[in-house]
């Protein structure tokens, strides 16, 4: 299996910063491409970010220049660095990650637990 934990998260005042790590383990044979998603309160899951293993990013348009997604493929940690946060940026944010038990097994994507992000004064 594939475990992923996520840390960062915290309350921080409207306009600061933030860094979100998530740390993927287990039997991974090949890990491949990560996301961030996050959910609101009353809100769907929505798709923050993503990146490929060779560090192609995609991002959702509310982010866009605010947030930065990176990763470390020695580690296999992805990381979502967010600044100029927002109250609406409020949420519960998950790790998502594409991998592979075996070379001869199909990818399957995988969910962390999640860790909160309050955007408060």
């Known amino acids: 299996q594939v475990q992923l934990v996520e840390s960062g998260g915290g309350l921080v005042q409207p306009g600061g910063s933030l860094r979100l790590s998530c740390v993927a383990s287990?039997?991974?044979?090949?890990?491949?491409?990560m996301s961030w998603y996050r959910q609101a309160p009353g809100k769907e899951r929505e798709l923050v970010a993503t990146?490929?293993?060779?560090?192609?990013?995609n991002y959702a348009d509310l982010v866009k220049g605010r947030f930065t997604i990176s990763r470390d493929n020695g580690k296999n940690i992805a990381s979502l660095e967010m600044t100029s946060l927002k109250p609406e940026g409020t949420a519960v944010y998950y790790c998502?990650?594409?991998?592979?038990?075996?070379?001869?097994?199909?990818?399957?994507?995988?969910w962390g637990q999640g860790t909160q992000v309050t955007v408060s004064s």
């Open positions: 990146i490929t293993p060779t560090s192609i990013t």
């Open positions: 998502n990650a594409l991998a592979t038990l075996g070379s001869s097994l199909g990818y399957r994507y995988y």
């Open positions: 287990g039997s991974i044979f090949s890990l491949n491409t």
